[in-house]
């Protein structure tokens, strides 16, 4: 059974920076993709950037050229480096891991992002 737990949420200015990290125990499979989404109050979940095992990333335009994705295989981590946060920024991200082999998706609980203006 793959487990998957996100940390590193919290309150920050906006401007500021922070990082995500999201790890997965079991087996995840060799060939998948790592993403996080999110999901603010009153609005569905979208998806805000993901990696696959590849090496192919794709962004979200509203966070381009701010939000950094990158993993370790190694440690079936994937990670999501905020910076210049908006108050729009807020939300609940997930971490979702898709085995790619049997079309299988893994979520985390989600951890809460704050910005404050």
């Known amino acids: 059974q793959v487990q998957v737990v996100e940390s590193g949420g919290g309150l920050v200015q906006a401007g500021g920076s922070l990082r995500l990290s999201c790890a997965a125990s079991?087996?995840?499979?060799?060939?998948?993709?790592m993403g996080w989404y999110r999901q603010a109050p009153g609005k569905e979940r979208e998806l805000v950037a993901q990696?696959?095992?590849?090496?192919?990333?794709t962004y979200a335009d509203s966070v381009k050229g701010r939000f950094t994705i990158s993993r370790d295989n190694v440690k079936n981590a994937v990670y999501l480096q905020m910076t210049s946060v908006i108050r729009e920024d807020t939300a609940v991200y997930y971490c979702?891991?898709?085995?790619?082999?049997?079309?299988?998706?893994?979520w985390g609980k989600g951890t809460l992002v704050t910005v404050s203006s």
């Open positions: 979702k891991i898709r085995n790619l082999r049997y079309a299988q998706d893994y």
């Open positions: 079991g087996v995840i499979g060799s060939v998948n993709v």
């Open positions: 990696l696959t095992s590849g090496g192919n990333t």
